[in-house]
Antibody
Framework: QDQLVQSGGGVVQPGRSLRLSCAAS????????MHWVRQTPDKGLEGVAV????????YHAQSLEGRFTITRDNSKKTLYLQMNRVRAEDTAVYYC??????????????WGQGTTVTVSS | QSVLTQPPSVSAAPGQRVTIYCSGS????????VSWYQQVPGKAPKLLIY???QRPSGIPDRFSGSRSGTSATLGITALQTGDEANYYC???????????FGGGTKVTV
């Protein structure tokens, strides 16, 4: 079945970098847009970034101030989130999710299991 | 504060109906599709409604969605104890160029 398996979370010191991965299986990865969404008890769900099916279009949340970058490798069926200069407020559960379409928003129909990122010294 | 506004909680008896409202603005709900998600604690969200009123395969017709202007609603009929969860609305915000969500509504049966 369609599945997304995440890896790469953990504890990271403020100011350091971390890369999250999201491996897809069971569907044609290269045909779908992909999202990163994070969740905290205080802020709830927050859209982090989205990338079009072919990687040609990307959007990142303005609140990130250019610190995070979404990329994808369609040959490896894998989505990435490069997190640089992390801050305490980046502490959250991060989810990758499949967009129903090629990028323009319709809904996220397949979700990864979530990975916890904790920013702490 | 979330960009989209939802009531924090709703409750009803088994077998009854609840309606969850989601309010936004022209830059989000007013011009983009809304989707609805169900989330139980410790699990990832699950898509219930996409494109305002469409159900993915496997979602029972007890769940329905609609959008009008800058508001959207999720209806759940014939409530079951298994429907107890948090429900979120989500859409694209054209001004922010980002996904935005409501703060979530806890449904108690």
């Amino acid at each position: 079945q369609d599945q997304l398996v995440q890896s790469g979370g953990g504890v990271v010191q403020p100011g350091r970098s971390l890369r999250l991965s999201c491996a897809a299986s069971g569907f044609t990865f290269s045909s779908f847009g992909m999202h990163w969404v994070r969740q905290t008890p205080d802020k709830g769900l927050e859209g982090v970034a989205v990338i079009w099916f072919d990687g040609s279009i990307k959007y990142h949340a303005q609140s990130l101030e250019g610190r995070f970058t979404i990329t994808r490798d369609n040959s490896k069926k894998t989505l990435y989130l490069q997190m640089n200069r992390v801050r305490a407020e980046d502490t959250a559960v991060y989810y990758c999710a499949r967009e129903r379409g090629d990028g323009k928003y319709h809904g996220m129909d397949v979700w990864g299991q979530g990975t916890t990122v904790t920013v702490s010294s | 504060q979330s960009v989209l506004t939802q009531p924090p909680s709703v409750s009803a008896a088994p077998g009854q109906r609840v309606t969850i409202y989601c309010s936004g603005s022209n830059s989000n709900l007013g011009n983009n599709y809304v989707s609805w998600y169900q989330q139980v604690p410790g699990k990832a969200p699950k898509l219930l409604i996409y494109d305002n009123n469409q159900r993915p395969s496997g979602i029972p017709d007890r769940f329905s969605g609609s959008r009008s202007g800058t508001s959207a609603t999720l209806g759940i009929t014939a409530l079951q104890t298994g429907d107890e969860a948090n429900y979120y609305c989500g859409t694209w915000d054209s001004s922010l160029s980002a996904m935005v969500f409501g703060g979530g509504t806890k449904v108690t049966v």
